[in-house]
């Protein structure tokens, strides 16, 4: 374990280095994303998560434990968050040992599962091609993996709405955030981009998974989800900026968020998901069913137009186009600042 973690510190290198890991598992991920025969980190946290959760719940027989209930949740989530850093810098240091180069392979490869883009567009996919094709029960079928809402009664333009409210929500924490954290571990060689980048992941997985208010989750998940919601602000604002700018009317768009953004009980969904309605000319929100109870969320956006699978695919570029301003600035910035360093 010393030996691996010393290696991490050992293969630290330049930011041109960085920027090489992160250009690349950029195209991994937009070439091949994740291959479901491969084993995923996230598949390790969640079953971590599920474990840890089982453990807790058999102890408390079905009742809150109240604030030992909320310290084990504290202590779930920066076990999972700090120790998804250190074990991928671990691993990542013991790979650098054998071999530099299976080092940074091992980087960009674990960088690239970080990365949803084209894992969210593949999602999206699956659902849109049986509804365009008229097969609306397989169209449910499919998106009941990625929704937590009850699909088996939703009509075509229900189906549609969810599919745009996941595209709009995993815009950011599945893929803008990461690139957001993995760029701050770029710009600190010493740490590196993956270990951040697995750090946000573990905390959304997290959330994902137990960060709810309803029981039994709700003293367990507390922490999970306000340290998601913290990780997540400024990347979301970040995001919602960018957006502003591609639309052309970015004061138009700000005034939207703000009118509808902070009705949504999520602090970075209902912004990220109501700048896309704007930019988009659509509404989302409304009524959904989970569990056999009927939420409604909050309308984010004007109806100006219905929500088509046209709309749906300008949203996943409008995230692809989003995704290549912040890595190429990103980008630049590492090869540049070596430059004016040694010309300084």
């Known amino acids: 374990m010393l030996a691996g973690l010393v290696g991490w510190l050992a293969m630290a290198g330049t930011k041109v280095d960085m920027a090489m890991i992160l250009?690349?598992?950029?195209?991994?991920?937009?070439?091949?994303?994740?291959?479901?025969?491969?084993?995923?980190?996230?598949?390790?946290?969640?079953?971590?998560?599920h474990r840890y959760t089982c453990f807790c719940l058999a102890r408390s027989c079905t009742k809150p434990l109240g604030v030992s209930y909320r310290l084990a949740g504290v202590g779930l989530?920066?076990?999972?968050?700090?120790?998804?850093a250190l074990i991928s810098g671990w691993l990542l240091g013991s790979l650098a040992l054998i071999h530099p180069w299976l080092g940074q392979i091992g980087a960009i490869?674990?960088?690239?599962?970080?990365?949803?883009?084209?894992?969210?567009r593949r999602a999206a996919q699956e659902v849109l091609q049986p509804l365009m094709a008229g097969e609306l029960a397989l169209a449910r079928e499919h998106l009941s993996r990625y929704v937590g809402r009850e699909t088996s009664h939703l009509s075509e333009s229900e189906i549609l709405r969810a599919v745009l409210e996941t595209v709009?929500?995993?815009?950011?924490?599945?893929?803008?955030?990461?690139?957001?954290?993995?760029g701050l571990g770029a710009m600190l060689p010493a740490i590196g981009p993956v270990p951040l980048a697995m750090a946000y992941k573990a905390a959304s997985t997290l959330d994902s998974m137990v960060g709810y208010r309803d029981l039994p989750y709700t003293d367990l998940g507390w922490f999970s989800a306000r340290l998601e919601d913290s990780l997540t602000w400024l990347p979301c604002r970040l995001t919602v900026l960018t957006l502003a700018i591609?639309?052309?009317?970015?004061?138009?768009?700000?005034?939207?968020?703000?009118?509808?953004?902070?009705?949504?009980?999520?602090?970075?969904?209902?912004?990220?998901?109501?700048?896309?309605?704007?930019?988009?000319?659509?509404?989302?929100?409304?009524?959904?069913?989970?569990?056999?109870?009927?939420?409604?969320?909050?309308d984010l956006g004007?109806?100006?137009?219905?929500?088509?699978?046209?709309?749906?695919?300008?949203?996943?570029?409008?995230?692809?186009?989003?995704?290549?301003?912040?890595?190429?600035?990103?980008?630049?910035?590492?090869?540049?600042?070596?430059?004016?360093?040694?010309?300084?």
């Open 23 to 49: 250009g690349l598992a950029a195209f991994l991920d937009y070439a091949i994303a994740d291959p479901r025969s491969w084993p995923h980190p996230v598949q390790w946290m969640g079953w971590i998560i």
């Open 77 to 84: 989530a920066l076990g999972l968050v700090i120790g998804s």
């Open 109 to 120: 490869v674990l960088l690239a599962s970080c990365f949803a883009g084209r894992s969210l």
């Open 168 to 182: 709009a929500e995993n815009a950011t924490d599945g893929v803008l955030a990461p690139l957001f954290y993995a």
């Open 246 to 298: 591609l639309s052309g009317n970015p004061k138009h768009l700000w005034s939207i968020c703000q009118r509808d953004a902070p009705a949504d009980p999520s602090p970075n969904s209902g912004w990220s998901e109501c700048a896309y309605a704007a930019i988009l000319g659509v509404q989302l929100g409304g009524i959904n069913i989970y569990g056999g109870t009927v939420k409604r969320k909050p």
């Open 302 to 344: 004007d109806p100006i137009q219905p929500i088509t699978p046209a709309i749906v695919d300008r949203a996943l570029q409008l995230t692809r186009f989003c995704f290549l301003i912040w890595l190429g600035l990103l980008l630049v910035y590492l090869m540049a600042v070596p430059i004016v360093s040694s010309r300084s």
